[in-house]
């Protein structure tokens, strides 16, 4: 069964660098898409970008300048970087397989704050 | 980018009911419209893509419809399971976009 599962801090202060990492279990990384997705105090939600099976990436214009998806095919495992972010970064992360998402991680709750 | 309304944000029925939660697009999309539902402490489900077709494991009770700008997904017969937060999905251009959710309670 393919199993996606968030990790990385909690609490970031504003103007640092986010990080996280999904680890991907039962499916390979260099296979399909894979991406990150954000959702809001509110309920907002918001597409971030994607890394393809090849290494490939596209990120929402929105987030051009600030975001970073990388992977480490060895661990079957990606990354999200979202770099100088503020408070208005809050929200919690979910990876996803596919643009059209069949499987998704639980989420990761991020608060940006001093 | 292409808005996605979902004009109710929060419905109301009974077991057994029917409901139904639209989905506006901002222009046309043809059919590339996907709707997930999100319960609480579960990961999100993706039930319906092409716009009507049933994601595998998704009950028959659930049903969508539309092409172009307007869609809906339909849930008959209600179930105590249903409730939770519905949300539509444009895939026909990037970036994706989301409806704003719709809540949908069980009374």
């Known amino acids: 069964e393919v199993q996606l599962q968030e990790s990385g801090p909690g609490l970031v202060k504003p103007s640092q660098s986010l990080s996280l990492t999904c680890s991907v279990t039962?499916?390979?990384?260099?296979?399909?898409?894979w991406g990150w997705i954000r959702k809001f105090p509110g309920n907002k939600m918001e597409w971030m970008g994607y890394?393809?099976?090849?290494?490939?990436?596209s990120y929402n214009p929105s987030l051009k300048s600030r975001i970073s998806i990388t992977r480490d095919t060895s661990k079957n495992q990606f990354f999200l970087q979202l770099n100088s972010v503020t408070t208005e970064d809050t929200a919690t992360y979910y990876c996803?397989?596919?643009?059209?998402?069949?499987?998704w991680g639980q989420g990761v709750m991020v608060t940006v704050s001093s | 980018d292409v808005q996605m309304t979902q004009s109710l944000s929060y419905l109301a029925a009974s077991p057994g009911e029917s409901v139904s939660i639209s989905c506006k697009a901002s222009?046309?999309?043809?059919?590339?419209l996907a709707w997930y539902q999100q319960k609480p402490g579960e990961a999100y489900k993706l039930l319906i893509y092409?716009?009507?077709t049933l994601q595998s494991g998704t009950p028959s009770r659930f049903s969508g419809s539309g092409s172009g700008t307007d869609f809906t997904l339909t849930i008959r017969s209600l179930e105590p399971e249903d409730f939770g937060l519905y949300y539509c999905?444009?895939?026909?251009?990037?970036?994706?976009?989301f409806g704003s959710g719709t809540k949908l309670e069980i009374k």
């Open positions: 999905q444009q895939y026909y251009e990037k970036p994706l976009t």
């Open positions: 222009k046309s999309i043809s059919n590339y």
């Open positions: 890394i393809s099976y090849s290494g490939s990436t």
């Open positions: 039962g499916y390979s990384i260099t296979s399909n898409y």
């Open positions: 092409s716009g009507s």
């Open positions: 996803a397989r596919r643009m059209v998402a069949d499987y």
